[in-house]
């Protein structure tokens, strides 16, 4: 193939164009492929290296059932476990009956391990609780779905979501009792536990029972105060205020402000208690309903017995104290009106609790069974019985009119035979003092409305009368007497110097004895004299004295009580607002 002419070199001149060689034209080799297709080579090796990462990541699709889907967003609500990302929400649908949500989450491949039956899944936001605020995070960067890891070995990939989180994280250091309660009071979930009044753990959950009317309260208390939870520690609810009005007086009792507010548990060890190792979780404890039946001492078994008094029974009130010589050694359980039909009368029926135990050394010389026997606790009450035990209300508190039943082995309470009725012990009553006093006063009052005020007045009155008409006369015989002195002056001057010193003596006596009269006829006419006041200031006395004694007999008819208790204030008047 020849190369184009404007291609050719010049040629040379003469004989010297032979003597140059001719080039050797050699064809061009062309390539079988292109390199353009090394690009979609290339992409393709890429999206093979990145589809065989993400079937290697990928972790496990699960579906979570909750109430409602608020603040889940699919694509960008995150799984997290320890505030770490290890899922999103893939989608959210509805249920096919379109009551409760599901949602679609898709677990990375390091958190396979969260498909487990026993893992927790709950969405996290803002709340408000007894336990405090939580989730205040959320405000900002969204709700995301909080989730517990379980240590089951079963997979799942279907869960049904909490609808709060749970107050005790699995692996969270501490330990969880359990507290049998008769009343919840104002607990909740989150209420705060306190040991000297500072917060040790928290409420995390209670369930009740209606088979056995149990009533199981789970505390957490958190590490390292666990290790003060010792078997022999008691607790009490310290919800609110414990303010308590009885026979003993007025008892403020209360914990720190937020048990006030939002209820709360509270422990401690009894004094005198030997120092133990710390209770095993999940151990089981009573819970009493305050500090001073927590730490009271050991009651034993109850002896239950039953009084029937012949007497109003107001001021009695359940729990009120029963004592035995000013020692108390039970409660009274219930007060009950019963009709006797025989005497038709109304007597007042009282059942109560006896622990023999509070005797002390009155039990030891009585008891003579088992310890732990009741039947043995109940012979001690029989014994007390037999030497003559009787009971008696007594009034506690004046200002409150509380009553109490005391226990004592009078004299006058002469020893019976003990009888059981209803399997109660029968105890021997006697009047109360009030009711032996309210006759009395009602025949004080009787004999008090029968004194005639009036009749004592009209006849000081009359009398009175009688002593001004004995003055009238008075008065003239001191007119007489002027008249006398005035004619025996002029008899003197004719008599003999010895008559007249003798009638001179004479004179002055009368004289006497008209200043005399004189200052008592002013004592019994003047209006200003001290007689005359002391008289007028009797009688009025003795009026109003008349006028009170009937307010008061009609009073004390209506109100025997008021001798113990006092006049209660007068009432408001509806119209001033002031009392009369």
Do not use: C
Not at 171 to 187: K, M, Q, R, T
């Amino acid at each position: 193939m020849s190369e184009p002419i404007a291609d050719r070199p010049p040629e040379p001149p003469g004989d010297a164009w032979q003597d140059i060689p001719r080039p050797q034209v050699a064809p061009r080799r062309r390539l079988g492929v292109s390199l353009v297709w090394l690009v979609p080579l290339v992409a393709l090796a890429i999206a093979a290296s990145l589809f065989v990462r993400s079937v290697i990541l990928i972790g496990p699709r699960i579906d979570i059932e909750f109430a409602t889907a608020d603040g889940i967003e699919p694509g960008k609500t995150e799984v997290r476990y320890k505030e770490v990302a290890i899922g999103r929400v893939e989608s959210v649908s509805l249920r096919g009956d379109r009551k409760r949500v599901i949602v679609t989450v898709r677990l990375d491949r390091s958190a396979a391990g969260f498909a487990v039956e026993d893992t927790s899944f709950w969405v996290v936001k803002p709340r408000v609780g007894a336990g405090g605020i939580s989730g205040l995070g959320t405000l900002l960067s969204g709700a995301y779905i909080g989730a517990d890891a379980g240590v089951s070995a079963v997979t799942r990939d279907s869960f049904v979501g909490l609808e709060a989180p749970p107050f005790v994280l699995r692996g969270e250091p501490g330990s969880i009792f359990v507290l049998h309660a008769d009343d919840l009071g104002s607990l909740d979930v989150g209420s705060p536990v306190l040991y000297k009044r500072t917060r040790v753990g928290r409420v995390v959950g209670y369930t009740f029972d209606p088979v056995k009317d149990d009533l199981a309260i789970r505390i957490f208390v958190e590490d390292p105060y666990q290790a003060l939870v010792a078997p022999q520690a008691r607790f009490w609810n310290a919800s609110g205020i414990d303010v308590r009005l009885n026979a003993s007086g007025l008892t403020i009792n209360t914990q720190t402000l937020a048990s006030v507010i939002a209820g709360g548990v509270a422990f401690e060890i009894p004094a005198g208690s030997p120092r133990s190792a710390p209770a095993a979780s999940e151990s089981s404890f009573v819970l009493f309903s305050d500090r001073r039946s927590a730490l009271a001492p050991e009651d034993g078994s109850p002896v239950a017995v039953r009084m029937v008094f012949d007497q109003t029974a107001r001021g009695l009130s359940d729990n009120a104290p029963i004592d035995f010589l000013g020692v108390e050694i039970g409660r009274v359980r219930s007060v009950q009106l019963q009709y006797d039909a025989k005497r038709q009368r109304f007597p007042v029926r009282v059942t109560a609790e006896i622990f023999p135990v509070r005797l002390g050394a009155v039990r030891s010389a009585l008891f003579t069974g088992k310890e732990g026997d009741p039947a043995a606790e109940a012979e001690v009450v029989k014994r007390l019985i037999e030497k003559g035990l009787s009971a008696q209300m007594r009034t506690g508190n004046l200002l409150t009119g509380q009553l109490y039943i005391a226990l004592e082995l009078g004299k006058k309470s002469p020893s019976v035979k003990p009888e059981v009725v209803d399997g109660m012990i029968e105890v021997p009553t006697v009047p109360g003092a009030l009711s032996e006093l309210q006759p009395q006063i009602a025949a004080i009052v009787s004999k008090l409305s029968r004194v005639p005020f009036d009749e004592i007045g009209t006849s000081l009155q009359g009398a009175l009368t009688s002593a001004q008409g004995t003055m009238t006369g008075v008065q003239e015989l001191l007119s007489d007497v002027k008249q006398t002195l005035k004619g025996a002056d002029k008899a003197i001057a004719q008599l003999t110097p010895e008559a007249q010193k003798a009638l001179a003596e004479v004179r002055a006596t009368l004289t006497k004895a008209q200043t005399s009269l004189e200052n008592l006829d002013r004592s019994v006419t003047d209006p200003n004299a001290p007689l005359q006041r002391s008289v007028d200031d009797t009688l009025q006395e003795l009026q109003r004295a008349a006028q009170s004694m009937r307010v008061l007999s009609d009073y004390l008819q209506l109100h025997p009580e008021s001798l113990l208790r006092g006049k209660p204030p007068d009432p408001v008047l509806p119209s001033t607002g002031k009392r009369p």
